[in-house]
């Protein structure tokens, strides 16, 4: 079986998405970690999509919820095979992850700590302990949302846009009492479920919308990213109203916002009648095949980098460090693609009948 999903035609600007969004996740790291001690940078609002790249994790997740709705369309869904295949394509590198993590915490590992495998992102899980395993925490969030894909994608089908409308607004009221509760409200909206899984809800929506002659003219598209880039200066100026003690009204709507505008530019994108060049093609498609291991291992090379390439905040040094970890960031994940989740992805089985 190719690397590519038998159950929907293959679309190569789902990779280029995917890409992007493993970049902008990538230079939001490397900046930060190299130079900007994950602080805002208000004073550099035309970098602020580099430094508020963590945008970058809502596009996966909107992304997710656009493509596989994409595939419920088609026909009915197995569950049990929808489900070995997003095991195939998930668990085996995050094993890998996570015993790592659980590896440079041995002393303090228990038993129970097992568990963590389900939920990565809530209590102490050993890989938010560590900088290079960090990112396993949207893992949980993806997860979850596969568990009840195939009955939202069922609801979604019979009763339309007004099923996840409905739910919209329950998650706006779930959110209200995170952010009248909860110790650190803006954390708790950033890394859970209750959080995030609306972002899935949208591209679900987005993936039911018929075409639209707006949507394959160029302005489309200028228009999906001027917002996006809009809304990373936002953050970026008003910081404090994200940080982990706000109780900003702001927060429970601000991932529902993120989300409707990613799926505005997948949207766009994947409707434009306008192609890049070849050699940005082939680019992005090489990033995008790989760029769940980019996510996932980027941090390793990060970190290590910084560990022995002592640091400089002069730019010069910034640069050669960022595009350092960047070609050894993609060599890691191509030999990571190939060893590790290709051999799991041959396994995979039609689910869509």
């Given at each position: 079986?190719p ?8 679309n190569p ?8 969004a493993?970049?902008?996740v ?7 970690h ?5 602080k805002?940078f ?10 508020e790249g963590?945008?970058?994790v809502?596009l996966f997740?909107?992304l997710?919820?656009?493509l ?5 369309m088609?026909?009915?869904i197995?569950?049990?095979r929808?489900?070995f295949n997003r ?5 085996p590198?995050?094993l ?7 590896s ?6 228990q038993?129970?700590d097992?568990?963590?495998?389900l939920i990565s992102?809530?209590?102490k899980?050993a890989t938010?302990?560590y900088?290079v ?7 949980s ?5 596969y568990?009840?894909f ?6 979604v089908?019979q009763q339309?846009l007004?099923?996840?409308?409905r739910?919209?607004?329950i998650?706006?009221v779930l959110?209200l009492?995170v ?8 954390h708790v909206?950033q ?9 899935f809800?949208?591209?679900?929506g987005?993936?039911?919308?018929g075409?639209?002659?707006f949507?394959?003219k160029?302005?489309?598209?200028i228009?999906?990213l001027?917002?996006?880039l ?5 953050r970026?100026q008003?910081a404090l109203?994200?940080n ?11 991932y ?9 530019f997948?949207y766009?994108?994947i409707?434009?009648q ?5 050699m940005?093609?082939e680019?992005?498609?090489f ?8 996510y996932l ?8 980098i910084?560990y022995?390439?002592p ?21 890691l994940?191509?030999l990571?693609?190939r ?8 396994l995979?089985?039609h689910y869509?009948h």
């Amino acid at each position: 079986m190719p690397p590519h999903s038998s159950n929907i035609e293959f679309n190569p600007r789902l990779e280029h998405i995917r890409a992007l969004a493993a970049l902008l996740v990538f230079f939001f790291h490397a900046f930060h970690h190299f130079y900007g001690n994950w602080k805002s940078f208000p004073e550099q609002p035309l970098f602020a999509i580099i430094t508020e790249g963590h945008l970058g994790v809502g596009l996966f997740f909107t992304l997710s919820g656009f493509l596989f709705m994409k595939i419920a369309m088609t026909g009915n869904i197995n569950y049990r095979r929808f489900i070995f295949n997003r095991f195939l394509r998930i668990f085996p590198l995050f094993l890998l992850v996570f015993f790592l993590a659980i590896s440079l915490g041995r002393d303090k590992f228990q038993a129970q700590d097992l568990l963590y495998l389900l939920i990565s992102n809530i209590g102490k899980p050993a890989t938010s302990d560590y900088f290079v395993t960090g990112a396993a925490w949207t893992i949980s969030i993806e997860f979850t949302f596969y568990l009840i894909f195939p009955f939202l994608a069922l609801f979604v089908r019979q009763q339309g846009l007004a099923y996840i409308g409905r739910l919209l607004l329950i998650f706006l009221v779930l959110k209200l009492c995170v952010l009248s509760l909860a110790g650190h409200p803006a954390h708790v909206l950033q890394s859970t479920q209750i959080g995030r899984l609306d972002q899935f809800l949208i591209g679900m929506g987005f993936a039911t919308l018929g075409s639209s002659l707006f949507f394959k003219k160029p302005y489309a598209l200028i228009i999906s990213l001027a917002t996006i880039l809009a809304i990373s200066i936002f953050r970026s100026q008003y910081a404090l109203l994200f940080n982990e003690n706000s109780r900003s009204m702001i927060l429970i709507i601000w991932y529902t916002l993120e989300a409707l505008l990613w799926g505005f530019f997948i949207y766009a994108y994947i409707n434009i009648q306008w192609r890049p060049a070849h050699m940005i093609e082939e680019f992005f498609s090489f990033i995008g095949q790989r760029s769940y291991s980019f996510y996932l291992l980027h941090a390793m090379v990060l970190y290590l980098i910084n560990y022995y390439i002592p640091i400089s905040l002069s730019l010069p040094i910034l640069l050669i460090k960022i595009s350092i970890a960047f070609i050894l960031s993609c060599l890691l994940a191509d030999l990571s693609w190939r060893s590790i989740e290709l051999p799991f992805l041959n396994l995979r089985q039609h689910y869509v009948h």
